[in-house]
């Protein structure tokens, strides 16, 4: 009895704060949704939701002690269920098989891959000698080739092309980035790429309803881009309409290097900067004119107005996930000033969060959503802290460099360590860089966007993009010259799924629960530091077509090849946190092609190509054979991983457990999920 009092006294010193967890618990429910290894059933999910209403109605009558209790465990059953729904409702063909030949499909989205090739989406698609039931909805395809780009891209367009296309990849290793789930909530049923020219076959105005708004922001990137020549008008581009193919590699790079990217994504930064600035002019505007000021809510009408300029923001932006989770935001903080309602607070926040993860719950498991919301809940619970405890900021005019300051800070600190696993990388000047580069995106670019934007119809644009010009070429100047630095980006290793669950728990605890109880959340951030920084990388990794193999030694990851898979070995590369390339990495490996190498107890010998395969037939009993060709004939017991076993199970790592190599796959990591598409495993792969 003792017990439940002090647990019901603990939780009505919450009460008023309780409702901030809410987006908490129905993350822990869409989490423990992608983390089985099984795909519920329909059944499950209907038990699912039953137990959720159940617990939900009985909680009135549970006391002041358990009613919470039952809430968030109802509203974590609400996740589930809500991840489980969405699953389904993007269901969508995917290809099964590798296919080489005419690809044709609509232009719905342009973009640039990993190696700088333009990258068109395409729907309504049609290949040869597929049916329309097995045809993905939509794929994804890279023009590589001196005559790819004969015909210039536009949405709408309706283009034909010979392509190679594969079903979207598993993880690069196990328990590495799902790009099949991605996939599967992008709506992606094939990716590839084509070396021969693009043909057009149908003009851009057929069937254009539903693209008219990604015409104009096409047109407009170029008109952009127009004024403004180079990365500078790239940056324009990107900030402006979300089109971010004309940004090179060079000054990507510098602004990763620098922690500046995320000034090119339309994310909270760019919509609260807009939003701010478009409420601060229209309540200036209004107060300017004495008869609406005195007679009309000048601040509401402010705020409405502020709401529309984000709306049109959102279109014109794409309205990609990062856009529409900053807009929610946004919109949330806006409605709460047109209520009469506290516009910064940590319920407006939970707001957003679970609005968004109600729409699209598959967020919750990208560095976008948490990124976003760890430095938005950050950020209002130190000011918040900060206006409570009234703690002084100075003078008047030092007050403004000191916000900056501590937004920098804070923000850069509750993001570093997801960055920091998401992409293996820190970025010891971030702070610095954006110190002197945030305000200018701030005080300058943002409003001579809006300016820009408010002269376009007396072609007068030039004028603001003229100065918009001046803070974006600062920007890509800040991160040349940090990126510049010595040791500016230092590699990290790549923690264990356990990790950023327990400082996502952790944190929060800290920043939202009330009395002394918080310093609790201490125990999960150092449980997870502890995990990271005793988290060993698997000794050997195998790539999911055999093209690849890396295993680690004492200078560093051995790889098999100094060229091909090269997508494959930069994320091993960067997931070990080594700077290495794969050229460097290569001649780490112990022994010529085709041979045995030895690492230790362990020998490995990687076949590349039929010539390879063809010259060896037999091997030892305690080797490791990986060949990226199919291999028949093999005698002498060997373990063989070869295309046909490595279909059903993906990457392979080589893990010591005990003092003996067992192979881990991604197959088991991931499970059979919807989206997975493993093969049924052979009885040789068994």
């Not at 991605?182 to 990716?191: D, I, M, N, R």
């Not at 881009?225 to 309409?241: E, K, M, Q």
């Not at 500046?260 to 309540?283: E, K, P, Q």
């Not at 009408?301 to 959102?314: D, M, P, S």
């Amino acid at each position: 009895m003792r017990g439940s009092a002090r647990i019901e006294a603990t939780l009505l010193r919450q009460r008023g704060y309780l409702f901030e967890w809410v987006p908490v618990c129905l993350g822990c429910g869409i989490g423990v949704f992608f983390l089985l290894r099984f795909e519920p059933s329909p059944t499950l999910l209907t038990l699912a939701a039953l137990a959720a209403l159940a617990l939900a109605a009985l909680s009135p009558r549970l006391g002041e002690a358990a009613a919470p209790l039952a809430l968030a465990l109802a509203v974590a059953g609400a996740g589930f269920v809500v991840a489980g729904l969405r699953t389904h409702q993007v269901a969508a063909p995917v290809l099964n098989f590798r296919y080489y030949g005419p690809v044709e499909g609509r232009v719905v989205a342009i973009d640039r891959s990993g190696s700088d090739a333009l990258r068109l989406t395409l729907d309504r698609v049609q290949l040869e000698r597929v049916s329309a039931a097995r045809t993905p909805d939509r794929v994804r395809v890279s023009l590589h080739g001196e005559r790819s780009h004969d015909v210039a891209a536009v949405p709408g367009l309706r283009v034909m092309t010979t392509a190679h296309l594969s079903p979207p990849g598993g993880p690069v290793e196990p328990g590495g980035f799902d790009f099949q789930r991605h996939a599967w909530f992008e709506g992606l049923g094939a990716v590839g790429y084509s070396r021969v020219p693009l043909l057009a076959i149908a003009p851009a105005s057929e069937g254009l309803a539903g693209l008219a708004v990604f015409r104009i922001r096409m047109a407009l990137s170029e008109h952009v881009r127009s004024v403004l020549p180079g990365d500078a008008g790239g940056f324009a581009a990107a900030v402006t309409t979300g089109d971010r193919s004309a940004i090179s590699q060079a000054a990507l790079e510098d602004l990763r290097a620098s922690n500046l990217a995320h000034l090119l994504a339309i994310s909270g930064l760019h919509m609260g900067l807009l939003s701010g600035f478009v409420f601060g002019l229209l309540r200036l505007t209004l107060a300017a004119i004495p008869p609406v000021a005195l007679r009309w809510p000048t601040r509401k009408i402010a705020a409405g107005g502020a709401l529309v300029a984000a709306t049109g923001y959102l279109l014109l932006s794409g309205a990609s996930v990062a856009t529409e989770r900053a807009y929610i935001m946004a919109a949330v903080a806006l409605s709460a000033v047109m209520l009469d309602r506290r516009a910064i607070s940590l319920r407006a926040v939970a707001i957003a969060a679970t609005i968004v993860l109600v729409l699209r719950p598959e967020a919750l498991t990208g560095p976008g959503f948490q990124m976003s919301f760890s430095a938005t809940t950050a950020l209002v619970a130190i000011f918040g802290w900060i206006r409570d405890a009234r703690v002084p900021m100075g003078p008047k005019w030092l007050r403004p460099v000191l916000a900056v300051v501590i937004s920098s800070a804070v923000a850069g600190l509750a993001t570093a360590p997801i960055g920091a696993a998401h992409f293996n990388a820190v970025s010891r000047y971030g702070l610095l860089a954006n110190l002197v580069s945030v305000p200018v995106m701030g005080t300058l670019v943002v409003p001579a966007a809006v300016l820009a934007a408010l002269l376009a119809p007396l072609g007068l644009d030039w004028l603001g993009l003229g100065v918009m010009e001046l803070g974006l070429r600062w920007i890509l100047g800040v991160a040349e010259t940090v990126a510049g630095f010595d040791g500016a980006r230092r590699l990290v290793p790549k923690p264990g799924t356990p990790v950023l669950p327990l400082l996502a728990l952790g944190l929060l605890w800290a920043l939202l629960w009330r009395g002394r109880g918080r310093v609790a959340g201490a125990v999960p951030v150092v449980l997870a530091v502890t995990l990271w920084t005793q988290a060993e990388r698997p000794f050997a990794l195998v790539a999911e077509n055999g093209a690849l193999v890396g295993v680690m030694t004492p200078e560093g990851r051995a790889l098999s090849k100094p060229r091909g898979a090269g997508f494959v070995a930069e994320n091993w590369l960067e997931n070990d946190g080594d700077g290495a390339d794969q050229a460097a990495a290569a001649q780490r490996w112990p022994a010529e092609p085709a041979r045995p190498a030895s690492f230790g107890a362990v020998s490995i010998l990687h076949l590349s190509g039929k010539r390879a395969a063809s010259q060896v037939t037999r091997c030892a009993p305690d080797q490791v054979v990986v060949a990226s060709v199919p291999l028949t004939g093999l005698g002498g017991g060997c373990t063989v991983l070869d295309p046909a076993r490595l279909r059903a199970t993906g990457a392979v790592a080589l893990v010591w457990r005990d003092g003996t190599p067992v192979l881990r796959t991604a197959r088991e990591v991931t499970g059979q999920r919807v989206w997975s598409g493993w093969k049924k495993v052979s009885p040789r792969g068994q």
